[in-house]
């Protein structure tokens, strides 16, 4: 989703949930980061939907750039921004590694 409101934060525009309660983000510049959610989902009473795996893949972005479930769980693109890592899809063709994982930076 590519929000038509402006605002002074970076949004994310999609997003793309894996197994094990991670999900992929894409944001508006570009920036690709991940969010693990396991330990949260499981601390935080009020996300107890979440905890099924086929309601968490049921997550989408919403208009102001966060991400949210259909019934009404939601992540501020502030929290997602904060607690997710960049991370790069290529492998170091001389290492044959992936690379190494690092904090988002806004």
Same mark, same amino acid.
């Given at each position: 989703?590519? /929000? =038509?409101? $402006?605002?002074?934060?970076?949004?994310?525009?999609?997003? +793309? =949930? $894996?197994?094990? !309660?991670?999900?992929?983000?894409? %944001?508006?510049?570009?920036?690709?980061?991940?969010?693990? *959610?396991?330990?949260? #989902? +499981?601390?935080?009473? @009020? !996300? %107890?939907?979440?905890?099924?795996? &086929?309601?968490?893949? @049921?997550? /989408?972005?919403? #208009?102001?750039?966060?991400?949210?479930? =259909?019934?009404?769980?939601?992540? /501020?693109?502030?929290?997602?921004?904060? +607690?997710? &890592?960049? !991370? *790069?899809? $290529? #492998?170091?063709?001389?290492?044959?590694?992936?690379?190494?994982? @690092? $904090? !988002?930076? =806004?």
């Amino acid at each position: 989703m590519n /929000s =038509p409101i $402006n605002t002074p934060w970076k949004k994310v525009i999609e997003v +793309h =949930p $894996n197994d094990d !309660f991670i999900l992929e983000l894409t %944001w508006e510049d570009g920036t690709r980061t991940q969010l693990d *959610l396991n330990e949260r #989902i +499981h601390e935080k009473e @009020k !996300f %107890w939907r979440l905890r099924n795996p &086929r309601y968490f893949k @049921k997550v /989408s972005v919403d #208009i102001l750039g966060g991400i949210c479930w =259909p019934e009404e769980e939601d992540l /501020s693109p502030n929290f997602l921004r904060v +607690h997710s &890592r960049s !991370f *790069l899809m $290529n #492998i170091n063709p001389c290492l044959n590694e992936p690379q190494t994982e @690092k $904090n !988002f930076e =806004p």
